[in-house]
């Protein structure tokens, strides 16, 4: 069984500074896809940036890098020059790769504000 | 751009009443699902559907149906509606060059 952890329920931290939101899973899987997700108060949740388990280097996708630790089983997320619209929920999910289905388990969450 | 729509973004429902939640995507994927977020317990699989009329139980089915007659559609049914399902649905899709999913905007459920 897979297990996401995000052990930061609510951050604050000041615009135009960087964040980093923790994430941590379980998994006995050799290949697995790391997912971070953002959900704004409207509730649709966007898809920021994937870390595959094999990827060599971070992912990084504009504003957004992964800090990808395998050894400690670790994908935090690095939101650089925060800005007021990155206030939201964001989520840490894993996916098995050899699971047809793709199903996605997901963390509880970290409610991110951002102060002006 | 990908497109996930559900058909309602609140719904009120009395309990004991059968509930229908309707998912589209227009982007030709084949797998589709179900989830339902509480606070604190993030987003948990109610179920998943890999082609038309095939389906498979997620973490939480139980109190729960679906439904895939079209490719494009999937449709989550709550068969006796119970206070503790009062939540948000969210429904998804997969494609994309990274398997990545793409979701709807939500529906906010409340059974009183």
């Known amino acids: 069984a897979q297990k996401i952890t995000q052990t930061q329920p609510g951050m604050f931290v000041q615009e135009k500074e960087a964040v980093t939101l923790d994430c941590t899973y379980d998994?006995?899987?050799?290949?697995?896809?790391l997912f971070w997700y953002k959900q704004p108060s409207s509730g649709e949740m966007i898809f920021l940036i994937y870390q595959g388990s094999y990827d060599e280097q971070n992912a990084t996708e504009g504003r957004y890098s992964l800090n990808f630790q395998k050894a400690r089983k670790s994908a935090n997320l690095v939101i650089s020059a925060s800005q007021l619209g990155d206030s939201a929920m964001y989520f840490c999910?894993?996916?098995?790769?050899?699971?047809?289905?793709?199903?996605?388990?997901f963390g509880g969450g970290t409610r991110l504000m951002v102060k002006p | 751009d990908v497109k996930v729509t559900q058909s309602s973004r609140y719904l009120v429902k009395r309990t004991g009443e059968k509930v229908f939640l309707e998912c589209v995507q227009d982007?030709?994927?084949?797998?589709m699902f179900w989830y339902r977020q509480d606070p604190g317990l993030g987003l948990r699989l109610i179920y998943f559907s890999y082609d038309v009329k095939m389906k498979e139980k997620g973490d939480i089915p139980e109190g729960y149906s679906v439904s895939r007659e079209k490719k494009e559609r999937f449709s989550l049914i709550l068969e006796s509606a119970s206070t503790n399902q009062t939540s948000m649905y969210l429904c998804?899709?997969?494609?994309?060059?990274?398997?990545?999913?793409?979701f709807g905007p939500g529906t906010r459920l409340t059974v009183t």
């Open positions: 982007m030709d994927h084949e797998n």
């Open positions: 999910a894993m996916s098995p790769n050899h699971n047809a289905g793709n199903m996605l388990t």
């Open positions: 998804a899709s997969r494609g994309g060059t990274l398997d990545e999913q793409y």
């Open positions: 998994t006995s899987d050799q290949s697995y896809g």
